[in-house]
């Protein structure tokens, strides 16, 4: 079984609103915290946001602050980022991943610390 699977990436123009999921195995967000990065062409991969139902702690990067939400669902092994006010530069591919640990961090996010990875759903937005 595939442990992430990325859906909900398109072609959006620049001020419209996205919302992806991620679905995950069960129980795994009893145990694991799932974060969400991007990686456009030529940059390097920047986390976005995390999310722990296990420990209520979450992250956000500043970059996308007051325009971004992640949110879950434990019942339905699901993890949501809705995207809103998209803007020129947040075009890329996105992931998701399952984090080590439990918690998310309030003050960083590093690919370094999740172990397991989709394959992505690509985002672009048009101006």
């Known amino acids: 079984q595939v442990p992430l699977v990325e859906s909900g990436g398109s072609l959006v123009q620049s001020g419209e609103s996205l919302n992806l999921t991620c679905t995950v195995s069960p129980d795994t967000l009893n145990y694991h915290s799932i974060g969400w990065f991007r990686q456009a062409p030529g940059r390097a991969r920047e986390g976005v946001s995390c999310l722990s139902l296990g420990t209520g702690s979450t992250y956000t990067a500043d970059s996308v602050k007051g325009r971004f939400t992640i949110s879950g669902d434990n019942a339905k092994n699901t993890v949501f980022l809705q995207m809103n006010s998209l803007k020129p530069e947040d075009p890329a591919v996105y992931f998701c991943?399952?984090?080590?640990?439990?918690?998310?961090?309030?003050?960083?996010?590093?690919?370094?610390?999740?172990?397991?990875w989709g394959q992505g759903t690509q985002v672009t937005v048009s101006s």
């Open positions: 991943a399952r984090g080590f640990g439990r918690w998310c961090s309030s003050r960083y996010l590093m690919d370094t610390d999740f172990g397991a």
